[in-house]
């Protein structure tokens, strides 16, 4: 038999650089230029002068991560999390929380200046607690063959190995004094190895839990997790790959100042940080100056979020959503809360309106909450029901920069902005800006 000779992959160590910080990006990334190329450097603040591993390097851009540190910034603060410097979950903790809102406030002001000649009225960024705001969690579950016991947390950065974790500095009370007996929870589970993820919604009415497992469940854990809902009180839920089913509690609801309550699926979209949630909702009802008068339309509905409390306020309400479930939560919602000048519709938004039944209507004012990937394929559709307002919610910049410019075409010119500090010691940016007719 021939032998064939294999010749051993050569190692080749991280490639590092050296970098002087400039500024900051509203990801939370050190901007710093070398031989013309860009260069966004995590855990690198302004005034630093770093050494970092290259993690990703491009023909225009590179991505690093700051090891070391020849000149450190008098402004970096020591994070709360002793888990920081590993997990994947925040990106800026190092940052003072004041240093984060304005370097988002400035990405996203600046960029949405250069559309218009007109001046923008660019509202105060609207804030909450920065810490403890999340009440949405997802937790993975692996077998530790070492240990002989389930690790629970996060990934880690910039890796897919998992971090287990005991607490976490940005999720609300009620979901960190639940992981700890998670974590004793599951040494008396009997199949830890079919085990998935774990997510945790702290609702209005207490903690929803759903557990992934594959496989069949065994009676014996079952059983432990039944008893374990009672014994916390909490909404429990399991997922299979035959779909979802409640084992404990009532569904999960969360209510506005309003009176209105939104009862919400375990795994259905909410936004996390409830007390900014609230203002959004407020501050839509302001900015569109809402009449007894008006038609008002709220694309990528969901399931009522923001439709439920405008119809309080106007003549008729029409939420337009693609999932079909989220539709039928919707007008669920809308009869549970009585308000019945308000209609909801399944459809699919990078369609044309033309033919549709609920397009015919007259809508003075519009409100749209897309996705990250934004709403250009909607809105040549959506110019022609000629609207005097229309309220974007977005949760990315760089779509939502697209979009204005498409709207400006139209004929809007942008009115006013915000940034929504949604998602403090991360790189997500939500804000919502006010279009109206020239």
């Known amino acids: 038999m021939a032998l064939r000779y294999i010749p051993q992959k050569k190692f080749n160590p991280p490639q590092k650089i050296t970098a002087k910080i400039i500024e900051l990006d509203y990801q939370g990334l050190g901007v710093a230029k070398i031989n013309g190329k860009t260069w966004f450097i995590e855990n690198a603040l302004p005034q630093e002068k770093v050494e970092a591993f290259v993690i990703e390097e491009k023909r225009q851009y590179g991505r690093a991560m700051a090891k070391k540190w020849l000149e450190k910034s008098p402004h970096r603060v020591l994070s709360p999390c002793s888990y920081y410097e590993c997990c994947g979950g925040c ?54 063959p070492k240990t002989k016991r389930i690790d629970m947390g996060f990934r880690q950065k910039n890796s897919h190995d998992l971090l287990p974790v005991k607490r976490c500095e940005v999720v609300e009370p009620a979901i960190n004094n639940l992981l700890l007996k998670l974590t004793a929870l599951f040494v ?17 009415n207490g903690v929803a839990m759903l557990l992934r497992y594959v496989g069949n469940l065994a009676e014996i854990d079952r059983t432990l997790l039944i008893n374990f809902a009672k014994q916390e009180n909490i909404m429990l839920f399991l997922q299979s790959d035959e779909g979802v089913e409640q084992l404990y509690g009532e569904p999960p609801y969360y209510q506005f100042s309003e009176g ?23 501050i839509a009802l302001d900015w569109l100056e809402l009449q007894p008068t008006d038609h008002v339309l709220d694309l990528f509905c969901g399931m009522g979020n923001f439709t439920l409390p405008l119809a309080t306020r106007v003549k008729s309400a029409v939420g337009i959503e693609g999932v079909f479930e989220m539709t039928k939560k919707a007008k669920q919602n809308a ?103 020239k």
């Open 335 to 437: 009869q549970r809360n009585k308000i019945n000048n308000i209609e909801f519709f399944q459809a699919n938004l990078d369609q044309s309106f033309v033919g549709q039944v609920w397009a015919n209507q007259p809508f003075n004012k519009i409100l749209l909450d897309p996705p990250r990937s934004g709403a250009a394929f909607a809105l040549n559709a959506l110019s022609e029901l000629k609207a005097e307002k229309i309220l974007y919610v977005s949760c990315n910049p760089a779509t939502l920069v697209r979009d204005a410019e498409i709207l400006r075409g139209f004929g809007y010119k942008i009115e006013k902005s915000a940034v929504v500090d949604m998602f403090p010691h991360t790189g997500h940016l939500e804000s919502m800006t006010l279009f109206s007719t």
């Open 91 to 144: 990106q800026a903790q190092h940052i003072p929380i004041e240093m984060q809102r304005d370097a988002k406030q400035s990405a996203l002001f600046k960029r949405l200046a250069k559309l218009q000649q007109e001046p923008i009225d660019f509202q105060p960024m609207i804030c909450s607690e920065p810490w403890q705001y999340r009440r949405r969690v997802r937790l993975s579950l692996k077998f530790n």
């Open 260 to 282: 209105i309550t939104l009862h919400f699926d375990i795994q259905d979209f909410i936004q996390v940080n409830r007390r900014l949630n609230e203002a959004m909702v407020q």
């Open 188 to 204: 008396g589970y009997s199949m830890p190895k079919q085990l998935g993820h774990i997510e945790l919604v702290t609702a209005d």
